[in-house]
């Protein structure tokens, strides 16, 4: 693949201590690229490390161990002011709970702009004010809304707040931390669309988080299924979708009720037995198709591609 | 089959300082013995606040039923005093709730939760509610039940917690048990769990399940029939093929609209505009038209009644009235009306 | 609804709606912010409202009472000692007390008797002794009972001087120093409630928001201080320092603000991980910054709170220290040690601690009233 790697993550690692002695391996070694333009999307299920993930590349976690690497340059060495000034303008990041993820003291009107004060984006008031009002209509509100608290808004309004603060400072990379997932459907969809439009628009590369899996495979371009802090499958949507090879993958997509209750009626669930693993052997994240990667042991391996070939 | 639970026109109010918000605003339905009702609908259209009123759970004295007949078995309950409600709560109805982790008391063993309403309702003895509790944790499928029925819940995972939630909700087998979103919280494969196991139980015991939840896949997992609630209101009732394969009412249009299909990544989602009304000051006329794009005039005017589409399926729409242009749903919304899962199986075969 | 009733709809209504504007985003309800929520509620509080009222009252009293008559508060006069309260035109309303006399009732085996005691009791100025005889007696043992009144300021010859709330033991008079004691209680409150302020806020805020081994140390300390108890520091105090305001203040300042801090932190710890924290970290915003914008107008409303119910407890601290005779120590007076000095001569004298006593109390329900208040009036939920 010529594409350029905007963002590549190399044997990520979390571990948050408990107590004394113990530790939570919440990330535990995960590595992916993200090319320019794509939407990378990462699923599994609550505890799987997955916002750990989002988080750590954005810094607001100190990383354990690995690497995180945004165009060619490290993340997470030692940087000074301005360079990390720099860096927070280039990646920014969505959040999950709407009724949490703005400051119920504040209008909207300096929730937005404050991406705008910190970087020192505008001259003046007016020019403040005008920038704010046009990411607004960017983001299908109106400027009236500017002076109003974000209490005033529906769930949906306010995530929408939410990205035309994030929008405000010209990010290139932004990471979507479940950003739908308080959300009513009807309202996902208004949500979903309006990210695809400004990927559109602005040449926007995502990395979007969620446990839905079928919102996921819309947005996305390439799926990373996470499991116990680690990624066991990675693939092109359709591919993983179409043709999963691990187990856990396998047993997440049958476990996804689809609105068709014909569907329904037949649909067998598959359940996850972690025990079918080999016990001894390396796990690692193999190609077993081209762009098609499971971690597996090398038994496993040898295993995965037979049937591959046989299909 | 025989009706259970008549709605007849329930309208639920909240007195607030900015005046009155109209919950519910004139809910009719009803459910057989046996079946599964599934009501869906956004946050904020009244399907939570219609389960509560039906369990007498609101919060009184601010809010309040203001009209219409809640019959169960022909008696009114909505006219019950709360002494009278105690008795029916949890032995004719019980409710299972969204977040595991706050239905359960976490300072009492769980098998004395279930024991709890054993004792009450049924006068057993300790023993014979223990060896009830037992059965009941077998029946929700949780391993090794003489270990658990002394243990509390934070030694249980979500899910397993969410079983034990819905047998303290089924240990007086109630004839009707209402699900409030009894799945949200979980994960998609401790979700599929819950499903089947609420299923497996309707088959064995016969009750009657009202489900509320959001998403439209469940709803095609359990649900017999489907009710669309939008603003307060029922806009649209039938049999879970009515809705998904024929629904009538744009609202619902919108609704299936918006899940993505999993062939459907070249088009833009069929989202529906807008927010929900404000309930302080419900619009004149349809509730919905601001956000309908198929919107006629007469829904600024008038309300829409009930139009009858079969013998189980009603709407209530103007686009049903024989005088109204005829109106295709878009082509997102047919193509899904198809059948949603043909799509994607395409390569897979599997899945 | 009918059936003929649907069919009369005019058929020109059943043409696809034509919007003139886009309403689907538009909010319909009235914009007001936080504060101004929170200022209905706490005006809609009737008690409440009351209760300021009353403080402000007070507060004004301390200020100006004690320049509304030509007493000073330690004008001593041992001639004048102990006159009960004489207010102009309420004097000649007798039930109220205020008509500067004293009375009282004796007993005898005879009404003779009982006058000889009544007037061996009041300086044995007859012509100033009116006597009412209520019982006539049959010789008996204390059978007989009149009741004397005093006329005390006639007999002192100071028919023209009112002391407004009597005068104590060593004749100074009470309303100037009732105002003056107000103000010493009020200033130690202030002065507590500023040290929670400061102190307890950036305690509790620092400890929270650098967390970590910052957060645990500062909160060793912290549980190392509220081990010690309030008497012992003060006891320790009076050894360094003359008892009086100073020590006083010093002594709330050392372990008065950890209940502050306390709440503080909790704040702070739930709030540095809401979102918007976050994402206004993740915009680059310097810790200064969120602390300024974000975690201050968050905390206020509790902070607030906090320091108004801080207030009644540092009032009775200072009359619990002063009423033991550690406190407050005289000329100066405060409304402990009032209240000490009342509760001396509550037999003979009780105005003398009535008018102190009824300031505290007033002071202290007042100030927990408007404490609920505000704690109701920051609530979200209770903005209706």
């Known amino acids: 693949m010529t594409r350029e790697k905007l963002l590549e993550v190399k044997n990520l690692q979390k571990h948050f201590a408990v107590g004394k002695k113990n530790t939570i391996k919440a990330v535990d070694g995960v590595s992916f690229d993200v090319y320019k333009g794509e939407t990378f999307g990462l699923v599994g299920e609550s505890g799987c490390g997955k916002s750990t993930t989002g988080r750590t590349i954005i810094r607001l976690y100190d990383a354990t161990g690995g690497e995180v690497k945004f165009n060619g340059e490290d993340v997470h060495g030692k940087k000074n002011k301005s360079q990390l000034l720099k860096f927070n303008r280039k990646m920014q990041m969505i959040f999950q709970d709407p009724s949490s993820s703005l400051n119920p003291r504040m209008t909207v009107l300096d929730i937005i702009a404050e991406g705008l004060d910190v970087h020192k984006l505008v001259k003046n008031d007016a020019e403040r004010k005008a920038k704010v009002e046009e990411l607004l209509e960017a983001v299908g509100l109106n400027k009236e809304h500017a002076t109003r608290f974000p209490h005033e808004f529906s769930g949906g309004q306010r995530q929408r707040i939410g990205i035309a603060r994030a929008l405000a400072v010209d990010p290139e990379f932004i990471i979507a931390d479940e950003p739908i997932s308080a959300l009513d459907v009807s309202i996902q969809a208004q949500v979903v669309n309006l990210l695809k439009k400004l990927q559109k628009e602005r040449g926007l590369t995502y990395l979007f988080i969620a446990h839905d899996l079928s919102m996921v495979k819309y947005i996305s371009d390439r799926i990373g299924v996470m499991y116990m802090g680690n990624l066991v499958e990675l693939a092109e949507s359709d591919e993983l979708y179409n043709n999963p090879i691990h187990p856990y993958t396998k047993s997440l997509l049958s476990a996804i009720p689809l609105p068709d209750p014909r569907y329904e009626r037949t649909r067998k669930r598959m359940p996850y037995d972690p025990t079918v693993h080999d016990a001894d052997g390396e796990f690692e994240l193999r190609e077993v198709t081209p762009g098609h990667f499971v971690r597996c042991t090398a038994k496993e391996f040898e295993r995965y591609q037979n049937e591959q070939k046989n299909k | ?351 | 609804m009918d059936k003929n009733n649907l069919n009369n709809i005019p058929k020109d209504l059943f043409v696809p709606l034509v919007r003139k504007e886009d309403t689907s985003e538009k909010i319909s309800a009235p914009s007001r912010t936080f504060f101004q929520d929170a200022k209905r509620t706490l005006l809609g509080n009737k008690p409440a409202v009351f209760s300021m009222i009353l403080i402000l009252f007070i507060i004004i009293m301390s200020i100006v009472g004690p320049w509304m008559n030509d007493f000073g508060s330690d004008e001593q006069d041992l001639k004048r000692a102990k006159m009960p309260p004489r207010v102009p035109v309420l004097e000649n309303v007798s039930w109220l007390g205020m008509d500067g006399t004293l009375s009282g009732k004796f007993q005898g085996k005879d009404v003779q008797q009982a006058t000889a005691k009544a007037n061996a009791r009041f300086d044995n100025k007859e012509e100033f002794i009116d006597i009412k005889v209520l019982n006539k007696g049959d010789g008996t043992r204390n059978s007989a009972e009149v009741e004397a009144t005093y006329r005390i300021y006639e007999a002192k010859d100071m028919k023209d001087t009112y002391f407004w709330f009597g005068s104590d033991a060593l004749g100074r008079d009470q309303w100037t120093r009732l105002w003056e004691g107000t103000r010493v209680s009020l200033i130690i409150a202030f002065v507590a409630a500023v040290l929670d302020l400061v102190i307890g806020v950036a305690y509790g805020g620092i400890s929270a928001f650098y967390g970590g081994r910052v957060d645990n140390v500062m909160q060793r300390i912290a549980e190392i201080l509220v081990g010690i108890p309030n008497l012992v520091i003060i006891l320790l105090m009076m050894l360094v320092l003359k008892p009086g305001i100073i020590s006083i203040v010093i002594a709330l300042s050392i372990t008065g603000w950890i209940g502050m801090s306390r709440i503080v932190r909790g704040e702070v710890l739930k709030l540095k991980n809401q979102e918007f924290v976050l994402a206004s970290r993740t915009l680059g915003t310097s810790n200064g910054t969120i602390i300024r914008k974000h975690l201050v107008p968050n905390i206020s409303g509790i902070i607030i709170i906090n320091t108004m119910f801080s207030v009644p407890g540092a009032i009775f601290f200072e009359a619990f220290l002063s009423f033991i005779g550690l406190g407050i120590v005289p000329p100066d007076a405060s409304l402990g040690s009032l209240i000490d000095l009342g509760f001396d001569n509550l037999r003979l004298y009780p105005y003398m601690l009535v008018f102190p006593a009824i300031v505290i109390s007033v002071l202290m329900i007042a100030f927990n009233i408007v404490g609920d208040g505000l704690r109701d009036a920051f609530d979200p939920k209770m903005h209706k």
């Not at chain 2, 607030?16 to 004139?26: C, F, I, K, Q, S």
């Not at chain 2, 009123?53 to 022909?74: D, V």
């Not at chain 2, 909505?78 to 019980?94: F, H, L, N, P, V």
């Not at chain 2, 189980?312 to 047919?334: N, S």
């Open chain 2, 1 to 351: 089959m025989s009706k259970l639970l008549e709605v007849k026109d329930l309208k639920v109010s909240f007195n607030t300082y900015n005046g009155e918000v109209h919950a519910v605003r004139g809910v009719t339905f009803d459910l057989n013995k046996g079946e599964t009702l599934a009501i869906v609908g956004e946050s904020g259209s009244g399907k939570s606040v219609t389960s509560n009123a039906i369990m007498r759970l609101l919060p009184e004295p601010h809010g309040y039923i203001k009209e219409g007949q809640i019959l169960l078995e022909g008696e009114d309950i909505a006219k019950k005093t709360s002494k009278e409600m105690q008795k029916i709560r949890g032995k004719d109805i019980s409710m299972v709730f969204q977040d595991p982790m706050s239905s359960l008391n976490p300072t009492m063993k769980i098998g004395n939760q279930i024991m709890e309403g054993l004792i009450k309702h049924q006068n057993m003895s300790k023993q014979e509610a223990r060896k009830t509790a037992l059965e009941l944790l077998t029946l929700v499928g949780i391993p090794r039940p003489d270990v658990r029925i002394d243990q509390y819940p934070h030694q249980f995972s979500g899910g397993m917690r969410q079983r034990v939630v819905v047998a303290i909700a089924l240990a007086c087998n109630p004839k009707i048990l209402i699900a409030d979103e009894p799945t949200t919280a979980l994960d998609v494969t401790i979700q599929a769990q819950i499903l089947e196991l609420m299923k497996s139980i309707q088959q064995k015991t016969d009750s009657a399940i009202i489900f509320i939840t959001h998403d439209l896949g469940v709803v095609a997992n359990v649900a017999d029939r489907v009710a669309v609630m939008y603003a307060g209101k029922i806009v649209e009732i039938g049999t879970v093929d009515d809705i998904f394969y024929n629904p009538k009412h744009p609202y619902t249009w919108g609704l299936i609209g918006s899940m993505p299909t999993l062939d459907s990544s070249d088009e833009e989602l069929f989202a529906i505009p807008g927010s929900p009304p404000n309930m302080l000051t419900p619009p004149v006329g349809d509730a919905f038209a601001p956000r309908n794009q198929f919107a006629l005039e007469i829904d600024t005017v008038m309300e829409p009644p009930m139009f009858k589409v079969s013998d189980t399926h009603y709407a209530a729409t103007w686009l049903l009235h024989p005088d109204a242009p005829k109106i295709e749903p878009p082509d997102a919304v047919k193509h899904r009306m198809q059948g949603f899962a043909q799509t994607g199986t395409k390569g897979g075969g599997k899945r």
